[in-house]
T-cell receptor, first 112, second 111 residues
């Protein structure tokens, strides 16, 4: 099992550009999550999904969109990137909430 | 979810037991205590969780006080690879999908 994989590892965006952060898990987990972590801070939940076709907002959803068309994939879309979105983004999955979440290696995004 | 309080940093000598405290005085009867850790720049890693009984797995032990207002994560023989930020999280079992990560305890293992 590869677990949770994320691409890209690093990305630099200009203000106003858009991009999609990819997340894939091969553990057949129902639940998937997107978090962001700003320097020196804890993680904040952006969006989560309890299964294919179902998504819901977390604490900080503004400026982001998600979709969940398959069990394996949970992409995060940034529209009109802003400097405030400079952060490290982590994707996670779990078999059933609230059991242990498995995290990917993260995507480090800089918006300038 | 109940709020948790952890010391911002701790040191521990390599080979000794590392004892990380967490205060959760407002915990409810249906809330579990979870511990995760984050090694520099990596995604968080689940360690252990418990409700009221002490728990042990291959990574650590979790000791929860009888009144459940505090807990201690114990790494029995700390190694340099245990240097990380450790997060104590309290949450209900169902109906709440998010884990709320605070700022945690930065544990440094000293050679």
């Amino acid at each position: 099992n590869a677990g949770v994989t994320q691409t890209p590892k690093f990305r630099i965006l200009k203000i106003g550009q858009s991009m999609t952060l990819q997340c894939t898990q091969d553990m057949n987990h129902n639940y998937m999550y997107w978090y962001r972590q700003d320097p020196g801070m804890g993680l904040k939940l952006i969006y989560y999904s309890v299964g294919a076709g179902i998504t819901d907002k977390g604490e900080v959803p503004n400026g982001y969109n998600v979709s969940r068309s398959t069990t394996e994939d949970f992409p995060l879309r940034l529209e009109l990137a802003a400097p405030s979105q400079t952060s490290v983004y982590f994707c996670a999955s779990s078999l059933t909430s609230p059991y242990e979440q498995y995290f990917g290696p993260g995507t480090r995004l800089t918006v300038t | 979810d109940a709020k948790t309080t952890q010391p911002p940093s701790m040191d521990c000598a390599e080979g000794r037991a590392a004892n990380l405290p967490c205060n959760h005085s407002t915990i409810s009867g249906n809330e579990y205590v979870y511990w995760y850790r984050q090694i520099h720049s990596q995604g968080p890693q689940y360690i252990i969780h418990g409700l009221k009984n002490n728990e042990t797995n291959e990574m650590a032990s979790l000791i929860i006080t009888e009144d459940r207002k505090s807990s201690t994560l114990i790494l029995p023989h700390a190694t340099l690879r245990d240097t990380a930020v450790y997060y104590c999280i309290v949450r209900v079992t169902f109906g709440n999908e998010k884990l709320t990560f605070g700022t945690g305890t930065r544990l440094t293992i000293i050679p």
